[in-house]
């Protein structure tokens, strides 16, 4: 793969000794729908050094962007923080050795990593054989939406200059690390999950010399593993021995894809330079979580085109005897998900219902929905038991609660078991135990609140006892000329009636305009 500009004389030396260090990093571009969007996306990948001789630094070229689109990377290797150096169309992102000029040598270096033996967990700093393993980690972030400006991205490994002490030379050799471009697939019913889709994609390769037919680039076998979270995900989370990183059989998103850089001209349409996963976002997502394996294809090769020939049926979707070699990299990455939806739990014995339908917890309990849509929730305690409050999305003790949905919303329903010998259900009138408890009402400026039940008539009765359990509805009328302007503390929102469960000495204040 040729990219622009400096790239083009392929031997790129760095000198060392006045550089200056800045945290730099590299996403893949991350695309947002209307009501969805990828607010954060990050990427960390070990890669093993295959080269046959001893690396001193690792290059990754990004073409489309500028140093201040960078977000700090990943540090915790020989290597320490990165050097970014900008160019005409894009910067240079490089993990480079410090040098020693009175012993006149690298300080860091990357050996060789020994064929047909596996690296995963080897590639870190708190590992045993770190120094041996032959492969790093390197932790790569751009900033949303920058991120969306990146185009092409390349990997390399650094070595010593043979003819330039003191100065490091990239491997003309780029190292496939699947870099994902995430973009959203809106749902045609609202409540249903929006489709974050994921695309890695391969160059095409040089072009053929002159009357030679289209040239295939090298094959890599691509193995995708997947996972959600309900958290955001961090960069430095994204290590090869983190348990929450997807890499289980039970986590296999794609099991094989062969991919292979095709030339422009080929018309087979088997788009193998192209990986595409995708999978609806489900209510309460924080997070998605792949992690990439490419492994060295070892089978055929047409003779003519360099087409990888796969044996079996032909079709390239599970290696065959003798067709896959080492793993090459592993690269972690996550995308950072805003996805509009609600989720409601439930602590004891109750149920909460949507005024849409859409939500009937317990048997449904989330969904997604539209951007700024609001939902209102009602409890309804169950047998012996009364409703306490809500947490999280929806505060107070009045039944209902109305929600506006602008990210992931989390709502939990408190219900709690009637003392022995009484208590009435959040759904009907007065219980019958013999605990009481006070609801309190509080004005701004003159109007009057009343009680569906006999006790409150403010201002006079602006306070009575009610028997645990009992259900209340609160109405307030404001006087003529004059508006009613909201509930405050065990009551909220601006209708003028709020229902409670009494199960706690409560106090309601209702607003009117002056």
């Known amino acids: 793969m040729k990219l622009p500009y400096e790239l083009a004389r392929r031997r790129i030396r760095m000198t060392f000794g006045a550089a200056i260090m800045i945290a730099g990093a590299l996403v893949a571009p991350s695309l947002a729908s209307a009501q969805s969007a990828v607010s954060g996306a990050l990427g960390n990948f070990d890669a093993a050094n295959f080269e046959g001789k001893d690396a001193h630094g690792m290059e990754i070229q990004i073409e489309g962007i500028q140093v201040g689109d960078l977000s700090p990377s990943w540090c915790g290797n020989k290597y320490n923080c990165p050097v970014v150096t900008a160019y005409a169309t894009g910067v240079y992102v490089r993990y480079v050795s410090p040098y020693d000029s009175v012993n006149h040598v690298f300080t860091a270096t990357t050996v060789t990593h020994p064929t047909n033996t596996p690296f995963a967990g080897t590639c870190y700093m708190w590992s045993g054989t770190y120094n041996q393993a032959g492969c790093d980690h390197f932790g790569v972030h751009l900033l949303y939406p920058a991120s969306t400006k990146a185009t092409t991205t390349a990997y390399r490994w650094m070595f010593e200059d043979p003819t330039n002490p ?274 309190s009402i509080g004005r701004s400026n003159t109007g009057t609140v009343t009680s569906d039940i006999a006790g409150i008539n403010c201002p006079g009765s602006c306070s009575a006892k009610y028997n645990a359990g009992t259900v209340v509805t609160l109405t307030a009328t404001p006087p003529a000329g004059k508006t009613f302007l909201g509930w405050g503390n065990a009551c909220s929102g601006t209708a003028n009636t709020c229902t409670l469960a009494v199960n706690s000495n409560l106090s309601a204040q209702a607003n009117f305009s002056k």
């Open 166 to 439: 003191g100065q490091l030379i990239a491997s003309t050799n780029n190292i496939f690390v699947p870099t994902p471009v995430y973009s959203w697939i809106p749902p045609v019913i609202a409540t249903n999950p929006p489709v974050l889709q994921v695309e890695i994609r391969l160059p095409d390769p040089p072009p053929p010399p002159p009357a030679a037919p289209p040239q295939y680039g090298t094959a890599t076998w691509v193995k995708v593993y997947k996972t959600d979270m309900t958290r955001d995900v961090a960069l430095t989370e994204l290590t090869s021995d983190n348990p929450i990183v997807p890499q289980s059989v039970a986590q296999v998103e794609t099991e094989w894809a062969l991919m292979q850089p095709e030339p422009p001209s080929d018309g087979n349409r088997r788009q193998r330079n192209r990986q595409v996963n995708s999978g609806g976002v489900n209510a309460g997502t924080r997070s998605v979580l792949r992690r990439y394996e490419s492994y060295a294809y070892t089978g055929a090769y047409d003779p003519i085109t360099h087409q990888a020939v796969c044996g079996g049926d032909g079709t390239c979707t599970i290696p065959q005897p003798g067709e896959l070699g080492d793993m090459l990299v592993a690269q972690m990455v996550a995308a950072n998900v805003n996805v509009p939806s609600l989720v409601v739990a439930v602590t004891g014995n109750g149920t909460v219902a949507s005024s849409d339908k859409v939500i009937s917890c317990g048997s449904k309990c989330s969904s997604n929905y539209l951007a700024g849509t609001l939902v209102t929730l009602t409890a309804k305690a169950g047998s012996n038991s009364t409703f306490t409050g809500w947490t999280g999305g929806c505060a107070g003790a009045a039944l209902s609660c109305t929600v506006t949905v602008n990210d992931a919303v989390t709502v939990n329903a408190l219900f709690t078991a009637n003392p022995a010998g009484g208590g009435g259900g959040g759904g009907g009138g007065g219980g019958g135990g013999t605990t009481q408890f006070t609801v």
